[in-house]
């Protein structure tokens, strides 16, 4: 059974928009599992360790704003190749540039309201969980259905 696991989040804007139950239900549909959730409103301090690696872009401080405005989804998913799977259901950072059917490529027009995160690599994906999740909070549990999904 695979176990990699990547972190996903629900941005704001999708949370206003009413999203999260479809978007919550392509990643079930595709047969991941969801290990770790929770409703919050991020911290600045979380969003800049989170968003770290952009601390020097222009559009640093409007992203931060962003991120920080209202609630978003923090999760955890589990499953065969779910980091690069993962980027490729959300698609490209610029919705527009997004392929259609992608959720960013459905949902969004902007690159500043782009709709959820997904880390981008496995090392990414192991820090974005640390920073968002204490161990007991993250769920070890089977699926009956796993044969189902897996060979
Ligand atoms: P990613 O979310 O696809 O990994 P990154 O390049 O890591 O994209 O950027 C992080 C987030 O910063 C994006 O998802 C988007 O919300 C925001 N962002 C990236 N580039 C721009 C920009 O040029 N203008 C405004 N916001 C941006
Ligand atoms: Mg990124």
New binding site residues.
């Given amino acids: 059974m695979e176990r990699e696991r990547t972190f996903i989040m629900i ?1 704001p804007d999708a949370v206003q928009r009413g999203l999260i139950g479809e978007i919550i239900n392509r990643f079930v549909k595709k047969g991941y599992k969801l290990i770790a959730m929770k409703l919050m409103q991020i911290p600045r301090s979380l969003a800049e360790q989170h ?1 770290a ?2 601390k020097d ?3 640093f401080e ?2 931060i704003q ?2 920080t405005s209202a609630p978003v989804v923090a999760m955890v998913w589990e499953g065969k190749e779910i980091v690069a799977t993962a ?1 490729v259901m ?1 698609g ?3 919705p527009l540039k997004a392929a259609p059917g992608s959720i ?1 490529g459905t949902y969004g027009v902007d ?4 709709v ?3 880390s ?1 690599s496995k090392e990414s994906a192991k820090r974005e969980i640390e920073l968002f999740f204490k161990p007991e909070e993250i769920l070890t549990y089977s699926l009956t259905l796993e044969n189902w999904l897996y060979e």
């Fill in positions: 941005k968003y690696e952009h872009k222009p559009f409007s992203l962003y991120i980027r959300i490209a950072t610029d960013r690159l500043g309201r782009n959820i995160h997904a981008d």
